[in-house]
């Protein structure tokens, strides 16, 4: 994420004990969240590669699931690159990547197993009544944002802080952009108080709940 999580909590006085993260990689924000008093993390990754990695930081107060998030269950395609340590990975094919950043290829595919937020936690209990506790959902699937919102629409009334990358261009081929979560969230109270970018076409946004 482009955002120092230090300056957001600070700024923000952002109260969570619980994050969620969705496209977690090798979980590298995990130590930024646990010195900002964050207690609890579950940590969401498809890419088996990347899990790996991400799975050596599991302990009893992070859990980590080798899985995609989005507004469906079923087994879907992702586009895998390694010239980015699979930082790009995406179920969604690119486009305007492919001229940004040359020197990343899309080499590979493969099938990964995908589940609306809503139905894991139905599906995990212990989760699901623990989540009063998950009230800060970070947000880095490559264009994908908006389908993981709308598959978590029962799970916003539990959020109050959302962070997540935003895209003002077609990275990708159908990815949501900036506006289109605006709209979302706004239905559930939620206003971007912080943009930053990256370039022109890509960037991170830091949401909150107004009510």
């Known amino acids: 994420m482009l955002f120092d999580l230090k300056y957001l909590f600070d700024k923000y006085n952002v109260q969570s004990n619980g994050v969620i993260q969705v496209g977690a990689h090798y979980g590298n924000e995990i130590d930024s969240f646990l010195s900002n008093n964050v207690k609890k993390i579950i940590c969401f990754e498809p890419a088996p590669e990347n899990f790996k990695r991400l799975k050596e930081k599991e302990n009893s107060f992070i859990k980590t699931y080798n899985l995609a998030l989005g507004n469906k269950n079923d087994f879907v395609e992702m586009f895998i690159e390694t010239a980015n340590l699979g930082m790009s990975n995406s179920v969604l094919?690119?486009?305007?990547?492919?001229?940004?950043?040359?020197?990343?290829?899309?080499?590979?595919?493969?099938?990964?197993?995908?589940?609306?937020?809503?139905?894991?936690?139905e599906i995990n209990s212990s989760l699901k009544n623990d989540m009063h506790e998950y009230n800060f959902l970070c947000l880095d699937v490559q264009g994908y944002e908006l389908e993981v919102l709308k598959g978590a629409s029962k799970s916003l009334d539990s959020i109050k802080y959302i962070l997540t990358e935003i895209n003002n261009d077609f990275l990708y081929e159908n990815c949501c952009l900036v506006n289109e979560i605006d709209s979302f969230l706004q239905k559930y109270n939620f206003l971007r108080v912080e943009t930053k970018l990256e370039c022109q076409s890509w960037g991170d946004a830091f949401y909150i709940k107004t009510k």
């Open 93 to 121: 094919q690119p486009k305007l990547h492919l001229q940004e950043y040359k020197h990343i290829t899309f080499d590979n595919k493969i099938f990964i197993q995908m589940m609306k937020l809503d139905d894991f936690l």
